[in-house]
């Protein structure tokens, strides 16, 4: 527990100080939490609290995916260009929302919405990631046909600016994508 104690002069004299002492105090526990969150080094964590969650199970033994989840040193490259892809397209007009990343959970939500009333037909077992209007799907698949069909049913929801489908079609073949 942190206490602060300011002393304020009859004409308000010490309310700046608090205010900047506030702010150091605010930076230093984000800090704090931030350090705490990212636990033993390498530990993956979804920093950026990206939507990730699983569509469908139909492909037996299909590994996890990493998704959304990196570590330290990730979030660290990823922190600046994030923020510059999040306003540069509001800046340019290409989004009504201050940041690109502030659609991702009505597109998640969206895509879950559909995916329960009309999935694609593909016989998949596949997770979904959606970073700055872009959806990833990755997982497993019988066919190698359900990626651009599974990339083309993601592009027509709202929002959506890219899809991108990862599948490994070869049950003994190696994931093509990251896994946690």
């Known amino acids: 527990m942190v206490s602060v104690s300011v ?29 705490a969150q990212t636990g033993a080094p390498g530990a993956l964590h979804n920093f ?6 699983q569509v469908s199970d139909r492909v037996k033994d299909c590994p996890l995916p990493a998704g959304p989840f990196i570590d330290e040193s990730e979030r ?13 397209c509001w800046l340019s007009g290409a989004c009504d929302r201050p940041n690109v990343y502030a659609y991702d959970a009505d597109i998640a939500q969206a895509l879950q919405a559909a995916w329960a009333r009309d999935p ?3 016989t998949a077992t596949l ?47 190696r994931a093509p994508y990251r896994l946690r």
Do not use: M
């Open 7 to 35: 002393r304020r002069g009859i004409d308000g004299a010490g309310t700046r100080g608090a205010y900047v002492g506030c702010v150091v105090l605010c930076a230093l526990a984000a800090a704090g939490v931030a350090r």
């Open 48 to 53: 950026f609290n990206d939507p990730f969650f």
């Open 76 to 88: 660290l490259a990823q922190t600046h260009h994030r923020a510059e892809k999040g306003t540069t």
């Open 120 to 122: 694609p037909r593909v």
């Open 127 to 173: 997770w979904v990631t959606v970073q700055g209007r872009v959806v990833y799907l990755e997982g497993c698949a019988d066919d190698a046909a359900a990626e651009p069909l599974l990339e083309a049913w993601a592009r027509s929801l709202p929002f959506v600016q890219q899809a991108i489908a990862v599948l490994r079609t070869e049950p003994q073949a």
